[in-house]
């Protein structure tokens, strides 16, 4: 297709029939269901007497309401038990493959979605979770649906959806030592503003240079600009990472998979709405100091005063989480003490992410005061680190280690930070309340936090080696 971007390509080959003027009925190719949200989309589809239209093309996930404790059952947790035994009970009824709590597959929807090779670059993927967005990393078109949609592709498996406008961000050089993946789309948040119902393609050197995993932090948060999609096209490192995944293609299936991945780039002439160019080559680690990832600085920043804004909305946007985080304008960062360090969730979860954070806490102490823990993406993720021995590491520093499960990321399962307490996090909201009713979070990445937790306060993990 001359002139098509990579989105266009995926998007036309999907089409079933338009709908009306910039919606089309699409077919959708992966549909991953857990259990906080999709018991409505199960319950409309028994009341209304249908079956799942292809069974085969969804899968079910145990994660958000789950326990992190080791030893955890579905009744550790009180108040998630209805929900776990409801999606079990729903996906035995409808025939659809359930990732129940003790499987060996077992975690966090997005993290395993890729890692078993359900995620394929140029499908079609949806979940009732507005983080789907992370499948962008291999080359999926994903996105997050409503409880009726559920219930729509189960029974169809289709879905009508409104044309998005489309962006490509292009990120040249190289991220510098000491940054990481989460750094640059933190750093990214108020330089595009609001890119609200945009479908956003991720290019250039930067982001060709980095790996799967880092490609799936990227486009993890590209809801929190009020993108609806974030895509990456595919390359040779993505078709290496998928090679022999348990749910991924095989023999000539995977070659005629690989042929047709190897099409979808957008096309050199391909037009986009509108085009962001970033030079990533002097970033510093990023921290956000209020309640909306767009409040990001470098963490040798200080905080904004919001009397320098000229937008009176965002003004006034600062001026509360100013009031809210409890922190006056010109503050320095680095340095604000912490009484909480979480690490986890579908956007740092992964055993990249936890290399990262061993290496920065081998042979030290977290601080004193400090709360700090580590909640692998995926049961398959803990038993690599505890194999590699990352885990012994951890558990030496004073980290406690958790089963796999979304944890204090969402919130909902018992894992939570005290209100008025501050928590570093490698989560991708800090939204008022995301945390726990009053909670301060500051979004940062693995090294950053890993840092911190030993500090007791904000810290840049690039001092360590000059102390």
Same mark, same amino acid.
């Given at each position: 297709?001359?002139?098509? @971007? ?12 338009? $709908?009306?003027? +910039? ?82 597959? /077992? ?6 979605? !890729? ?18 967005? @992370? ?8 996105? +997050? ?7 729509? &592709? ?6 009508? #959806? ?9 990120? *040249? ?15 990214? %948040? ?6 609200? +119902? ?6 250039? *050197? ?5 790996? &799967?995993?880092?490609?799936?932090? $990227? ?19 993505? =078709?290496? =990472? ?25 096309? !050199? ?14 970033? *510093? ?20 005063? !919001? ?16 009031? =809210? ?7 320095? &960062? ?38 700090? %823990?580590? #909640? !692998?993406? *995926? ?37 939570? &930070?005290?209100?008025? /307490? ?8 800090? =939204?008022?309340?995301? /945390?726990?009713?009053?909670?301060? @979070? ?12 030993? %500090? ?12």
């Amino acid at each position: 297709m001359k002139g098509a @971007t990579f989105f266009d390509k995926v998007w036309a080959d999907h089409v079933i029939s338009p $709908v009306d003027s +910039g919606t089309d009925l699409l077919h959708i190719d992966r549909h991953l269901l857990h259990e906080l949200t999709a018991f409505k989309g199960f319950d409309d589809l028994r009341a209304a007497g249908h079956r799942a239209h292809s069974p085969h093309l969804n899968l079910a996930v145990q994660d958000h309401i789950l326990a992190t404790e080791q030893g955890r059952t579905e009744s550790s947790y009180a108040p998630g038990a209805a929900f776990v035994r409801a999606h079990r009970r729903n996906a035995c009824d409808f025939g659809i493959r359930l990732i129940d709590i003790a499987d060996a597959s /077992q975690g966090i929807v997005h993290v395993i979605g !890729p890692e078993l090779g359900f995620t394929l670059p140029g499908c079609t993927l949806v979940c009732g979770d507005s983080h789907t967005c @992370t499948n962008g990393g291999l080359g999926a078109l994903a996105f +997050g649906i409503g409880a009726s949609d559920i219930a729509h &592709v189960l029974a169809t498996q289709t879905l009508a #959806v409104h044309r998005p406008r489309q962006m490509r961000i292009r990120v *040249s050089g190289r991220l510098p030592t000491g940054t990481c993946a989460k750094d640059l789309i933190l750093a990214l %948040m108020p330089r595009v503003g609001n890119a609200n +119902g945009f479908a956003v393609e991720y290019a250039g *050197s930067a982001i060709s240079a980095l790996s &799967v995993e880092e490609r799936l932090t $990227v486009c993890n948060m590209s809801v929190e600009f009020g993108a609806r999609i974030g895509m990456i096209a595919p390359d040779e490192v993505v =078709y290496d =990472y998928l090679k022999g995944r348990p749910l991924a293609p095989r023999g000539p299936g995977w070659d005629h998979a690989l042929a047709y991945w190897r099409t979808l780039e957008s096309h !050199p002439d391909a037009r986009f709405d509108r085009e962001i160019v970033f030079d990533c080559s002097g970033l *510093s680690p990023q921290v956000t100091w209020g309640t909306s990832p767009e409040h990001t600085v470098a963490v040798d920043g200080v905080v904004p005063d !919001p009397a320098a804004e000229s937008n009176a909305e965002r003004r006034a946007s600062m001026e509360g989480a100013l009031r =809210y985080m409890d922190l006056r304008p010109g503050t320095p &960062v680095a340095g604000l003490p912490v009484s909480h360090v979480f690490i986890g969730s579908c956007t740092n979860g992964r055993i990249s992410d936890l290399r990262v954070a061993a290496k920065v806490v081998l042979g030290r102490r977290v601080a004193k005061g400090v709360r700090a %823990m580590v #909640v !692998p993406g *995926s049961s398959a993720v803990k038993r690599q680190a505890e194999k590699e021995g990352l885990a012994g590491v951890f558990r030496a520093a004073g980290f406690e280690w958790h089963e796999s499960a979304c944890s204090m990321c969402a919130s909902v399962n018992g894992d939570f &930070v005290p209100p008025g /307490q501050r928590c570093v996090s490698t989560s991708n909201r800090n =939204y008022e309340g995301r /945390q726990g009713r009053g909670a301060r @979070t500051h979004l940062a990445s693995v090294a950053t936090a890993a840092e911190s937790a030993v %500090m007791g306060r904000i810290a840049d993990a690039r001092h360590r080696e000059h102390r």
